[in-house]
């Protein structure tokens, strides 16, 4: 998110904690060599998690190990971030469910940051991100309604509404293969009255293959009461890991950018179908190159 | 095949002969590690046949070179075998036609282990291969269907059903562009009744292009008098040799796991689909993988 | 194109200029290994061209950052080269677009090449080839038509056929998109002539997506007054790069072989869609190789 | 160890704790590979602990960095293996202090083992291994010594002799540069009749430069109040990690062959030599390799 | 240089011109990876310099091709850099003989950039590295002596002092295998009083083949009147390019660092040792690698 | 040998047979990238002899297994070569007694050849190398000094001398430990009246280690009756193969250029000492790098 971002020109910063160690040094390097500011990086804790991945292909899915159990960032004290002074002339700040999933220290750690954002005016936006393997249904029930009180750009998928946020909505109505744009709408509007968020923002990935994905996005705006479908693009994958994170960005970007609405799914959709063809998990990819694809999608090089 | 079985938790062993330098070596350090049982490899010979792989893309075919004149198991010793104790406790016995072509050796030493497997109520297959570049039709006409008189299960195609067998078929009855299924049962039916054999089993593969090939296979139960036909899978290839191997795999692994048969030829389809996404001629996937794909192809996500 | 040639049995040269150092060297090495003759290879000059190349997939486009500046051949001396000698016995000379727009001695040079070559009754092809990149319009109008006059065989696009000579083309009119064959036919007609040249050919690109390209070519031949259209390949692109030229050597070869006109442009679309299948910028493939293409493109293997 | 033991062909088995994940399943793959018996290995727990090496070179030292908090070794319940079992019909069984360090289930199951290999007669060998980085001498003092009664041949450094069994020893006794031999045979007389050990077993190494090491080993044995010394090897370093367990598998190996003491301290220097000479950290060199480097030492082959 | 100051936690930043084309991002990238300041980077120009090496090996010498004519850097518009503005809070200004060589753009440049330096009070040194390859002597000889007026601290080989200082010198007097301290003194003592540098420091390598060499140093203290001698490690060459830049950045960080003399010298001999067993021609050393060495040194670690 | 004499600017040409198949085809790329002719490359034949090597390192010494049985060459057709047209206008013929060793039908052609070179006053060079694992002793004992008598310039070892020559010599004569250079002289002198050869030389190798030997090398002239002994270089081997291939190439190229014969040794010394700094077992170096190497040995750089 935060890479995808430096790359887009935005003067972006990490918030996070690294062991003391080579490993940790390591992931900093990277930060820095892809232009994200590292001054908020703590620097403790035991190891930094990591995970292995096995690309899918055809008929075979792709494959993730994780090994994050005990990470810096897990056993994170919330005293030692001081939000007002980190989110100090910050104008966006985003954040997703993985990090309240990872403790009690992270989750009030998030807390606290979002409360200390929309104090200051910043804008927030989340990820919901909901990890099966890290946490309970129960215990993110208890984490991230509440945290939704202080965000105003959601990202969030058919589950996690009627889950965790209660809205009602008929299954797979957000399944790109029986996609229902009128119930859609219906719980979206649900959303920003209930929960009080500005948007809310949903991608639609369609499994033709492990080769090949359909790749959309839908885009609800609360004060105009308009829901924009974004484009389709079917992506040959080269790696499909980072395409939610580049989606955030690229519509944080063109928000920031004062795009209009439509134009900014446009954006987000095109960043992220490019990322999923980009070997690793950083979307290096500029805005030029995203506003050809954009461009593009009307012409005849887009399979549809 | 063998490690195929080994990856599915079967105990499976591998009798070959290998030479005793260090080709010889690596290649029983990598059963080994694969998990196949290799107590039955015998040392001897000047060297192991090899060959070398180009792979295909597109419109270019897939290429490869043999090395393998002079093996050490084309200068098998069939008395230096001793198959009724190799086959003690044995549930099935398979071979295919690719050893009997490399020579009188070998040839006798596969006569030897058929008729000592059916003695002892080991089930049997054999895999036909015919291989033009390794031997004439007339010899090969000379030893295959002596040995399908002691076959189980007899893997197939429509050229080996004719010219060794001698049952009549229209031509293109087998070819999945003009797949004629009523001829294929008559002549499935002639084989059972003529030869023997219980199981005929075909496999089906479409040249869409060198990257993207259909997959699917027959499987004929003479019992029964059944034809079954397995789903077919659209695959982008990683790897395509092994696809065989891996299927024959498949349905043994899921006749002795007790599957019903047309669970069996699903089974068997998925997985050699699968191995036709794997790099290298081993397919490594476990059970769990094979039957994930099963379920999945009447979703969205196996392109048909 | 001459490495092409070189893999299709035919004796080809390259005269070009490397400079005296090691990576002059390696050039000329590579040359070597594929069987082209450099004989007539100059040495000398500062440093040679290369260019940096990321591949594209899907929808990111394949991406090229020439370092060419300065190259040995850009500042060839005219008189360096004896034409007349280098072009004794020899049956086809062919030169591109590319070499005039380096500076004044290469073009020159290339007009020299040109005249000496029709002086001698070699049959003379040119490739268009326009870079903006490398020089203006308003420059190449200057040089381009004027070598036009010596060529029999030329290459070029719609784009080159209306800017530098003069003929009028509706637009789109060679887009395979919205493909205009009788357009086509009439501007051909006119090219022929006005400028005398016997044959035009052009390449049909469909960008399908970054990874899947439709491929395809187009052939009037002057005296018979016949447009040929050539078979049309979907390709799943490893490498794009050299499909112009490996064209060009299909079309060469199969005149040379005194092929039919429609064999011959068959032949050089299927080389040309092999060579995008084939890694590095080289076409390796044999005659064998492609006439196996061009038989099977009838069947079930090419997708259409 | 168990890996280098298997390659000198002993029935080799490995007691340890995987994660029943595919980190996990690719140890064990690899132990398999190696020729190691698996049966004993214990699947559960989080994480399987990892390092990471950056290897040395000439005046940079080698660098690791750990990985290995929470892993399933250190978590090991004690009574979940039952060592009378594991430890039927074995003839040695070896052990090092890094696994008592890992936490008190590790450390107890270390205990229950040697108490019943003793018991059985099983010899015992213990390398002590002192992590700093992994306890602290005291909590080590209060483990190891117990553990050393149990166990007949002990692998140990100066320190280790120092501060954990309490002998007397000058500084520097131990160091190849100052090497004291009766200082170390009065030090090494003292823990046979203080702990009841049949050998201590000493390696040396000097750090020439982190590309070339000398590499030797003192062995002194109870029974005939020897102290043997073995060859010195001058080692260019390929991967230095490795070594020392290389040497307890020579050391082991030589015994169970019935080796005479100072051919079996050639061995297992020799053997530990080669392991350095190898990339990654197992030691896959045969017998006769490591016999053939003892035969060569009296020649002009090794430096000394 | 401006790397290796990076790694040692200085603040430094690297003044270049780079082309605004990916190779000139990938520069900058890399730059930014490795911590440097990169906002005084200028975008401009044709192309960026590059080089390909061969690394060498016992009596086989490393190759260098450069291809950097025609350089960015090489067409720099002196009055495009604003000297004092650049040189603002600055303590240490470094520069090399290569710049000046490049042409008169640059060699006007450097000579403002001292000019100010030394107005300013930021100390200055400079690297004669005269290249033969880039100009000839008597070109050299019009401008370096001219910027030693301006230097602090000067790097320089015996060469240098004779012909383009004017130093007499014996022949072979800071050859390694010759070494003269006296004569070196009394050069030493010449150049600081005819042309006021400070200090003048020389690096001695000895090829005692193209895999080890040799390598120490000299430092002359002007206001002391003392030579210092390094100390000689002898290293087995990972990558030998580096060496020099690496030798001035460990003698500009020690003094930085308030170092005394003899003990900067040391620093700074023992991270250019470092530097040569590292592959590539950064200096990714930290301070306390190299102060590690340093000690060892005197230990039996570094063969002498 | 060929191909060092190509890099050498000598219009080399190889004889030899590869199969019609890709490997071979491969084979023939790879000589004429070298730049050596292959007219006289015959094509036929059922495999391509190949071999396996496994660097050594240290004490662990280099592995080479062989897989050439019933390679091409193996069953030449004497009579299928044409020596007195293939040797026309040839300067210098060089073969090897592997050839002979191959079979009945290389044996024979190789006989063939020497006498159709001695006739056509072609000089002929014979390189021993016997090779245990091909022949017996005894079988090369009737082979090898019946090509002798055809040899102008003859390569052989101690045991060569004495097994098939019948020469006296006594054990570590030729040992470069126990050299004793009037044994050799005695002994060189009766290989020359004896066998009417003009030159015996003799490499010499040292093995310090696996990683490091001297090597060097005598040449006795029959002519003038003098024994010359030349240069010892201690080679860091990167890859030994082809270091007497390389040495041979040198003294070739060194006698058909007209150096005196000392110089000539001391070529091909230091040329075949530079072959084992290079990977692969191509010697690529050219007159230029060796000559550079020769002169540099007086000096400082070389270790003695």
Redesign the interface.
Known sequence: MAISLAHFGVDSHFVTRLPP???GDAAL??L??E?VGIDAVQRGG???G?Y?V?A??????W?I?Y?R??SAISELDPSSLDWPKLLRDVAWFHTSGITPALGPGPAESTRRAVQAARELGVTVSLDFNYRRMLWSASSAKEVLPSLVRYVDVLFAGEDDLRTFLGIPIPHGALDP?SLDLRACETAAARVVSEYGVRQLAITLR???????NGWSALLYDGPSKTLHRGPR??????DRIGAGDSFVAGLVFAQLDGKPLDQALRFAV?AS??K???PGDFNR?SVA?VE??GDAEDG????R
Request: charged share 25%; hydrophobic share 45%.
């Open positions: 160690n080579p490993v390097r990277v820095r060599a232009g035991e190891r930094m990591i292995f096995e899918g292909a055809s008929q075979r899915p494959s190990a090994d159990a005990h293969a369609e499994n033709l293959s492990a080769s090949h693009h079917v992506v040959h994958l080269v095109a179908a490019l999923q063809t980009i990819v190159e050809r694809l005849g090089r887009v399979r």
